[in-house]
T-cell receptor, first 115, second 120 residues
Framework: AQSVAQPEDQVNVAEGNPLTVKCTYS??????LFWYVQYPNRGLQFLLK??????LVKGSYGFEAEFNKSQTSFHLKKPSALVSDSALYFC?????????????FGTGTRLLVSP | GAVVSQHPSWVICKSGTSVKIECRSL??????MFWYRQFPKQSLMLMAT?????????EQGVEKDKFLINHASLTLSTLTVTSAHPEDSSFYIC????????????????FGDGTRLSIL
């Protein structure tokens, strides 16, 4: 079965420090991987995706993610966190054999950036 | 581009009433839209895949007669919660993908801002 794990419910980081939000996946075949951010009472905003090619993917708002096939991971990173980055982050995978465009989401990680 | 609008943002209604939520793709045509439900502090649960001009595909455990989906045009899908009860209170979110390659699977989904449904 396809699944996505976000092992941390919450990540705390001070403003200006680097941040990492972890994601691992379990799918058959090669997946398409996505990161989304959700602010309170809002829908999800797309941050970045990995489809193929360079393992380091750059996305919106200075975020990047590194695809590691051997570790089946797709951790989200940012060199210098901002207070405004505080939000709920979801990792998602789209297995290639789903037929439609279904996304399988992780449980989400709340990022708190302190001033 | 790729804006998805969802309306209304908030709904409060009495138990037993039906509530309709609209999801519109404003600047693109979406043959497929998705409806999710999100419980507090939890992830998104896919309820159904809405296909323009045909019946929606529901996920296991989702009642078709309870959650009616209509996708009558390439820019509009609606979710109607029929005879709503307090346990239907939740945050409902729709999404759509830009047309792309054959199965669109490499395109991100673009989400509406969600609808907070509260049944009294």
């Amino acid at each position: 079965a396809q699944s996505v794990a976000q092992p941390e419910d919450q990540v705390n980081v001070a403003e200006g420090n680097p941040l990492t939000v972890k994601c691992t996946y379990s799918v058959s075949g090669n997946p398409y991987l996505f990161w989304y951010v959700q602010y309170p009472n809002r829908g999800l905003q797309f941050l970045l995706k990995y489809i193929t090619g360079d393992n380091l993917v750059k996305g919106s708002y200075g975020f990047e993610a590194e695809f590691n096939k051997s570790q089946t991971s797709f951790h989200l990173k940012k060199p210098s966190a901002l207070v405004s980055d505080s939000a709920l982050y979801f990792c998602a995978v789209r297995p290639m054999n789903t037929g439609f465009q279904k996304l399988v989401f992780g449980t989400g990680t709340r990022l708190l950036v302190s001033p | 581009g790729a804006v998805v609008s969802q309306h209304p943002s908030w709904v409060i209604c009495k138990s037993g009433t039906s509530v309709k939520i609209e999801c519109r793709s404003l600047d693109f045509q979406a043959t497929t839209m998705f409806w999710y439900r999100q419980f507090p502090k939890q992830s998104l649960m896919l309820m159904a895949t809405s296909n323009e001009g045909s019946k929606a595909t529901y996920e296991q455990g989702v009642e078709k007669d309870k959650f009616l989906i209509n996708h009558a045009s390439l820019t509009l899908s609606t979710l109607t919660v029929t005879s709503a009860h307090p346990e239907d209170s939740s945050f409902y979110i729709c999404s759509a993908s830009l047309p792309g390659r054959a199965n669109y699977s490499n395109q991100p989904q673009h989400f509406g801002d969600g609808t907070r449904l509260s049944i009294l």
